[in-house]
């Protein structure tokens, strides 16, 4: 396990890119219209949305008046308190150990990381003493079935796994499996994009659906992963998918490299889900629980 601090250090340096531009506004020497008006402008191009922008504005001329503050630079640290304090609503950490098994059913378009994610989900479980199965739900991509297959053997786990097929079949059969092998977790893997004569949401109603059969209560966790560094559109993602089958957590990757940090600010105002994880690289140990004053210290200090 990486020490602390390397972690810490990824996300600032992917972040920095985020925060350069909005560092750039507490260089000068007073606190004035054109200061919240760059403010305004770099926040936007964070990505930080209207709405979430607006709010923290608002918020930060607050705090500055209170604090009486005369000079940028102590802008910069009510910034950081305002942005935590936005934030602080999406710290949850994921539970398990309530149900035989906890199932949890991860979704995200192709290309965010929700493969990846879920190997990283894995070692994190199976280090806290976990017994895990996996289920390879989207049968649709070949590549997608090996990929979690190299996972599953990388992190010791094992698989339900079937070449074509239905995938909430191949569910069903894993939640069975799972409650009959004495699993602690279940984890199905879904598919991102379908062959174009289907329909992505209906597809992951059923997979839902079918889960409640094989388990009373289950899913107890639909995650959605997606790309922090998609910005507005990952909200958007958070938004679609949460209509259509109802989210309890995301994860949000590749926050090691992302000028659109400010998304973040953006779900916490618009879409508050609880953000169980975040994404600070390629390998097995890069995935970490999100903490709203550290991100917003990595983002602006
Ligand atoms: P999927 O299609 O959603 O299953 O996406 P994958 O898990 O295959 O990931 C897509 C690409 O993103 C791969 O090259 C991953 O290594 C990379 N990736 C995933 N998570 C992260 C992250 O947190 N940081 C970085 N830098 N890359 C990531």
Not at 264 to 279: S, T
Request: hydrophobic share 45%; net charge neutral; charged share 25%.
């Amino acid at each position: 396990i990486e020490p602390r601090r390397s972690w810490i250090d990824k996300l600032r340096q992917g972040l920095r890119k985020t925060g350069s531009s909005i560092a750039q506004v507490f260089t000068g020497t007073q606190i004035d219209d054109a200061l919240y008006e760059e403010l305004e402008a770099a926040l936007l191009m964070a990505d930080t949305g209207v709405k979430a922008t607006e709010h923290l504005l608002a918020d930060l001329k607050r705090r500055v008046k209170d604090a009486k503050a005369t000079a940028p630079s102590a802008v910069r640290g009510l910034l950081i308190e305002a942005l935590a304090d936005l934030l602080r609503p999406l710290e949850k950490s994921l539970a398990v150990g309530r149900h035989s098994p906890t199932v949890m059913m991860v979704v995200g378009v192709n290309g965010a990381g929700k493969t990846t994610s879920i190997g990283k989900l894995t070692r994190h479980l199976a280090e806290a003493d976990q017994k895990i199965l996996l289920a390879a739900a989207d049968t649709f991509r070949a590549a997608a079935r090996e990929q979690l297959a190299v996972w599953a053997d990388r992190t010791q786990v094992e698989i339900v796994s079937q070449e074509g097929g239905d995938p909430s079949a191949v569910t069903f059969d894993a939640v069975t499996a799972g409650r009959a092998r004495g699993c602690d977790v279940v984890i199905a893997d879904t598919a991102g994009r379908l062959p174009t004569q289907l329909h992505l949401m209906e597809e992951l109603k059923k997979i839902k659906r079918v889960i409640g059969k094989a388990q009373d209560g289950a899913p107890h966790e639909v995650l959605l992963v997606i790309d922090g560094n998609t910005g507005q559109n990952a909200l958007a993602q958070v938004k679609t998918f949460d209509d259509a089958i109802g989210l309890t957590g995301l994860i949000v990757t590749k926050l090691d490299g992302t000028a659109k940090g400010g998304v973040l600010a953006a779900i916490a105002r618009e879409r508050a889900i609880p953000v169980y994880f975040i994404g600070v690289g390629e390998k097995l140990e890069d995935l970490q629980t999100f903490n709203a004053r550290e991100f917003a210290q990595a983002l602006l200090e």
